[in-house]
């Protein structure tokens, strides 16, 4: 049995099947909603968010998990002493890093059982580091190959996503190189990724079915060459959208393994509902 544990944050939103399969441990982010504290993809999942979204007279903000909860995640782990690798969502979007530092560092001597990874991403591009990290240390690999591995599958991952609209990521302070989009959209709908750790605007089409094809094609574009490709869509509030271009990017790249998922309540809160994304890990 491994004595490695894996945790990461909700944000990924892996699907549950492979959370529970792989053991890995999923640190929820915090929604904040009149006052009310949800944890996310625990009191509160994607579904329950946009039902709420339609008539909600006032937005919900976010938060990162608190040091006090990522400190309990961690004493626990190591208490069935177990060494700890965390991965999580890129520092450029959340404190999160920061939160599991001070948790770290509030540890004492018990600390030094805890390694902490900035995946530099979010969502199923993240999902896919963690996925690989959790696999291999199933199969037997040291804490320390696992971190090499983590820290090598950063660069083998990405996502390109199409939004509705930029007022969410804007009105939560995420809108990163996207900035410059602001104000000439009109009807236009953005193409993003995320890049060196932030949301960056990549074009603007003209239509939601055109954006879509776009993300299918820059990710074959970075795809191209590389095996094994895994793939995985993610949606806020636009299954069919999503499943859609799934199965195109299926029939195009012939992928190893491909996920379905949506975004977690905390992303959804920042993306907007109508967002379609495609994320990808080539060649590792």
Known sequence: MSKIAVVTDSTAYIPAEFVKKHKITVAPQVLIWDDKTYRDGVDIESREFFNRLKTAKTMATTSQVSVADMQSIFQNLVEQGMDVLGLFISSKLSGTIQSATQAKDLMGSAGEKVTIVDSNSTAMAMGYQVLTVARSAEDGASLKECVELAERAREHTGVFFAVDTLEFLHRGGRIGGAQRFLGTLLNMKPILALQDGRVEGIERIRTKNKAHDRALELVMEKTKGKSPIRLATLHANAEEDARNLLARAEKE???????????????????GPGTVGLAYMAGM
Do not use: K
């Open 253 to 271: 790249l012939n992928p190893v393994e491909s996920i379905f998922s949506e975004v977690s309540p905390v992303v959804a809160n920042h993306a």
